[in-house]
């Protein structure tokens, strides 16, 4: 019985540090995004982040709407909210990483990374 209190303990506060990392992930990635999109969407004649339309561009937008349903479904269903935060951060780094090795990919990749594999731990306790 101790031991199980003790094991509830602990997942308890991993759901707590994950939805406060990812909370906090989140409101980076809003910031950082939000008036991007608000600009393009509805000031712009152009529908996405760069107007150019680099696969840049598209590669970040395409992170934040992944990253937005990862971190909304990780709420709900932890396992499925991690694995997607996971594919969120590999189609951030990845394309930056492997075409351009830019090492500024992973501002933003290894704290996704780090949030998926904090739920998925989370289920796993």
């Known amino acids: 019985m101790i031991a199980s209190k003790l094991s509830l303990r602990k997942r308890n506060t991993l759901l707590i540090v994950s939805r406060v990392f990812a909370t906090v992930l989140a409101l980076f990635y809003f910031v950082s995004f ?3 999109l608000i600009d393009q969407y509805f000031c712009s004649e152009e529908n996405h982040i ?3 339309g680099s696969w840049e561009g598209w590669v970040m937008e395409l992170t934040f709407w992944i990253f937005f349903v990862g971190y909304t479904t990780s709420w709900f269903k932890k396992f499925a909210g991690g ?3 996971i594919i969120a951060s590999l189609v951030q780094m990845l394309p930056f990483l492997i075409i351009d090795g830019n090492l500024g990919s992973l501002i933003f990749g290894l704290p996704t990374l780090i949030a998926g594999i ?3 731990a989370c289920k796993r306790l």
Do not use: R
Request: proline share 8%; no cysteine.
């Open 118 to 120: 904090l739920f998925l």
């Open 83 to 85: 694995i997607i935060l």
């Open 34 to 36: 939000v008036p991007k």
């Open 50 to 52: 760069v107007s150019d």
